[in-house]
């Protein structure tokens, strides 16, 4: 099995971007996608607490995890350790489409991981610093910093909620009463179909199998 995991820390970031990365990873190295996870959440949450960690409890030796960045997986240090240390153990392949390196369980791997978590570790940390420091000097100067109170995103509910809805498409229900159960808008489910293949593929599925049978 080949699983491709992508994750955002916010909706107004773009799954996208990743996905289109994977596919054009996994056409270089004729790989086929088995399975795409997708979910918005910070990487600050233990894994357990996420799609990922389900994910790779699921691996069985000789699977694959696909992921663009290494940081993909963890935003801490010891958490990326514990996963890559993980998929070794169960023989789990890693790959790291940006670089273009397969994470195995051979010496060389062990040390890139390390080195990779470290590295990753060190940015992010940075990239934490400037943006502290940017917001600072925003608030300093009067610019109201958050979002407006109420604006929860709808687009993380729904793929919070994945895999059932993939199973109600198949099942024929429509687009406008899913909508109605999660309480979100049609513009919000067309957005959860691109970042979501596999709700897009179930989409298409319910299209042509209910539309035809009902001619």
């Not at 995991?5 to 270089?28: C, G, M, P, W």
């Not at 994910?55 to 514990?82: C, F, Y």
Request: with cysteine; aromatic share 6%.
């Amino acid at each position: 099995m080949v699983i491709a995991y992508l994750r955002v820390s916010t909706s107004k970031q773009h799954l996208v971007n990743q996905q289109d990365e994977i596919r054009r990873f996994a056409h270089t190295k004729e790989i086929e996608v088995s399975r795409w996870v997708t979910e918005i959440v910070s990487g600050k949450k233990n894994q357990k607490e996420r799609k990922l960690g389900r994910v790779i409890n699921q691996l069985k030796p000789g699977d694959t995890l696909i992921v663009t960045e290494i940081s993909r997986l963890s935003r801490t240090l010891t958490e990326i350790m514990a996963i890559m240390g993980k998929c070794l153990e169960k023989n789990i392949t890693i790959y790291s489409t940006k670089d273009g390196y397969a994470f195995d369980n051979t010496i060389n791997s062990k040390v890139l991981c390390f080195a990779f978590g470290l590295v990753a570790e060190i940015e992010r940390n940075l990239i934490s610093m400037r943006t502290k420091e940017a917001l600072a000097l925003r608030k300093a100067e009067g610019v109201i910093l958050g979002r407006k109170k109420g604006s929860i995103t709808k687009l993380k509910i729904l793929i919070d909620n994945e895999l059932e809805i993939i199973d109600r498409l198949k099942k024929g229900e429509s687009m406008a009463s899913i909508c109605r159960i999660y309480g979100v808008s049609t513009d919000t489910f067309s957005k959860f179909r691109k970042v979501c293949p596999s709700v897009e593929e179930a989409f298409q599925y319910k299209m042509t199998h209910f539309y035809t049978s009902s001619k």
